[in-house]
């Protein structure tokens, strides 16, 4: 069946789901698509032959998964919930009524110290600027700058003097912390303590990562997206404990 025929049927090949989603979402793939199937995220149905026949709302459905992870970092648990409440016709949180999509959330965690996973989504690798610009559009003097990049804490991609989203964002927080008197020299710790933390996370989704299972590297991404929001969710309460204390 042609790609005209199967819109028109509403029945597509994982191959199409797969055309359908990459403008969206490029790194995308088959194993990735059979790794929310395996999760539960959605049930396609199966020809007698045993090929899988996703419709325009499976298709829908994978939208959601895919926008949820990308742009806010939420596990599959949570992405579960949003879908299970969208399937009994609720609204669930963070979700505007009448759209399937979530709404990014401003802050990285609240007032009770729960993550806020959308400072993890991934940079966009088609965003780039140079030097001059980071530190215009981050609001910071030159000097600021310089040091945040003598101490290692934002760094320009290899091969290129270009800095992606991950170090204008940091660039704009250093700024806001050197308003209270904390210089680069004192953001030192943070970076120390990062690099700690993702040791950690790589040590465990190690064995996931050198597996052969077709799945596999879905499933590492999968845990280290739960992994670093629960890090710093546990980072966040230990420090308000620590001030309350």
Same mark, same amino acid.
């Given at each position: 069946?042609?790609?005209?025929?199967?819109?028109?049927?509403?029945?597509?090949?994982?191959?199409? =789901?797969?055309?359908?989603?990459?403008?969206?979402?490029?790194?995308?793939?088959?194993?990735?698509?059979?790794?929310?199937?395996?999760? #539960?995220? =959605?049930?396609? &149905?199966?020809?007698?032959?045993? @090929?899988?026949? !996703? #419709? +325009?709302?499976?298709?829908?459905? /994978?939208?959601?998964?895919?926008?949820?992870?990308?742009?806010? @970092?939420?596990?599959?648990?949570?992405?579960? &919930?949003?879908?299970?409440?969208?399937?009994?016709?609720?609204?669930?949180?963070?979700?505007?009524?009448?759209? *399937?999509? =979530?709404?990014?959330?401003?802050?990285?965690?609240?007032?009770?110290?729960?993550?806020?996973?959308?400072? !993890?989504?991934?940079?966009?690798?088609?965003?780039?600027?140079?030097?001059? &610009?980071?530190?215009?559009?981050?609001?910071?003097?030159?000097?600021?700058?310089?040091?945040?990049?003598? @101490?290692?804490? =934002?760094?320009?991609?290899?091969?290129?003097?270009?800095?992606?989203?991950?170090?204008?964002?940091?660039?704009?927080?250093? *700024?806001?912390?050197? *308003?209270?008197?904390? &210089?680069?020299?004192?953001?030192?710790?943070?970076?120390?303590?990062?690099?700690?933390?993702? *040791?950690?996370?790589?040590?465990?989704?190690?064995?996931?990562?050198? +597996?052969?299972?077709?799945?596999?590297?879905?499933?590492?991404?999968? +845990?280290?997206?739960?992994?670093?929001?629960?890090?710093?969710?546990?980072?966040?309460? /230990?420090?308000?404990?620590?001030?309350? #204390?």
């Amino acid at each position: 069946m042609s790609g005209a025929a199967s819109a028109r049927s509403g029945s597509f090949s994982i191959g199409e =789901v797969l055309a359908r989603l990459r403008p969206e979402f490029p790194d995308v793939t088959i194993s990735k698509i059979r790794f929310l199937e395996a999760e #539960g995220l =959605v049930e396609p &149905e199966r020809a007698p032959s045993g @090929y899988r026949k !996703f #419709g +325009h709302d499976d298709i829908e459905r /994978l939208r959601f998964v895919l926008t949820a992870q990308r742009d806010h @970092y939420l596990p599959l648990r949570v992405i579960k &919930e949003h879908l299970a409440a969208l399937d009994a016709g609720l609204t669930p949180p963070n979700l505007p009524s009448g759209e *399937g999509r =979530v709404q990014p959330a401003p802050r990285i965690v609240d007032d009770e110290g729960t993550v806020r996973p959308s400072a !993890f989504r991934p940079s966009r690798s088609d965003v780039r600027w140079d030097r001059q &610009e980071v530190i215009e559009l981050a609001g910071i003097k030159p000097e600021l700058f310089e040091q945040l990049e003598s @101490y290692g804490l =934002v760094t320009a991609r290899p091969g290129r003097d270009l800095f992606d989203e991950d170090a204008l964002a940091i660039a704009k927080v250093a *700024g806001e912390l050197a *308003g209270f008197g904390l &210089e680069p020299r004192h953001l030192r710790a943070f970076r120390t303590a990062a690099d700690r933390q993702v *040791g950690l996370i790589e040590q465990v989704t190690a064995p996931l990562v050198r +597996h052969r299972a077709a799945d596999s590297r879905a499933r590492a991404e999968e +845990h280290t997206r739960e992994l670093a929001a629960l890090s710093v969710q546990l980072h966040a309460l /230990l420090v308000k404990a620590g001030l309350h #204390g």
